[in-house]
């Protein structure tokens, strides 16, 4: 069973500085999405960024990037030029690419989370 | 273009009683899946449903269950309630529940047992 592990419970960061989240994961597929997700005090899940695990390519978004290291398993997120927009819990999560018995259908594995704190 | 909807946003009932969450997905999108959120579990998946199928299902009891309308409006139920079933639920919509297409999240609905 895949599992997603997120080692850092806190985080706090200095407006306009940089902060970087950690994210292990364990899996035996070699194809697979990982994906980060903010959790404002409103609760709704939102999406900050995803990668697929074919590319090598490190997926950026905005001030949102991350630092994916396939052999390590390892999944990153750094966020730049922090904003006090930007606290909340953020979740990283996979999913499989592959079907094998329906498994995969419209399931994402989570990590427990972190709680980024933005300091004005 | 409306988001996910859940109703009712709060909840209280108590132990022994059953309750029914309902999620509105966005406007085309035929796959919902169900998460619980705990502290002490975290997030964690219930159960996926496409065109009023479940296709897949977490490792929850009986007592949790689901089903899909033909306008992908989904329900959940949870009979028999025990106090750890308090939680927030969160359901998530996509086109169709493949892994290259997003999910989109409603805000939840908090539900305390007592």
């Known amino acids: 069973a895949q599992t997603v592990t997120q080692s850092q419970p806190e985080m706090s960061v200095q407006e306009a500085e940089t902060v970087t989240l950690s994210c292990t994961y364990d899996?035996?597929?070699?194809?697979?999405?990982l994906f980060w997700y903010k959790q404002p005090p409103s609760r709704q899940m939102i999406l900050v960024i995803r990668?697929?695990?074919?590319?090598?390519q490190n997926a950026t978004e905005n001030r949102f990037s991350v630092n994916f290291q396939k052999a390590a398993k390892s999944f990153s997120l750094k966020i730049s030029d922090s904003q006090l927009g930007d606290a909340a819990m953020y979740f990283c999560?996979?999913?499989?690419?592959?079907?094998?018995?329906?498994?995969?259908?419209?399931?994402?594995?989570f990590g427990q989370g972190t709680i980024l704190t933005v300091h004005p | 273009k409306a988001g996910v909807t859940q109703t009712p946003r709060y909840l209280i009932k108590t132990r022994g009683q059953q309750v029914t969450l309902s999620c509105s997905p966005i406007?085309?999108?035929?796959?919902v899946s169900w998460y619980q959120q705990t502290p002490g579990q975290g997030l964690q998946f219930l159960f996926e449903y496409f065109s009023e199928t479940q296709r897949n299902k977490g490792n929850f009891p009986g007592r949790f269950s689901g089903r899909q309308f033909s306008n992908s409006r989904s329900e959940m139920n949870v009979s028999t309630l025990e106090l750890g079933d308090s939680a927030l639920y969160l359901c998530?919509?996509?086109?169709?529940?493949?892994?290259?297409?997003?999910?989109?999240f409603g805000q939840g609905t908090r539900l305390t047992v007592v």
């Open positions: 999560a996979y999913r499989a690419q592959k079907n094998a018995g329906g498994t995969s259908y419209g399931k994402l594995t």
């Open positions: 406007s085309g999108h035929r796959s």
């Open positions: 899996t035996s597929e070699s194809d697979y999405y």
């Open positions: 998530a919509s996509s086109w169709t529940g493949f892994t290259n297409t997003e999910a989109f």
């Open positions: 990668q697929e695990a074919y590319k090598q």
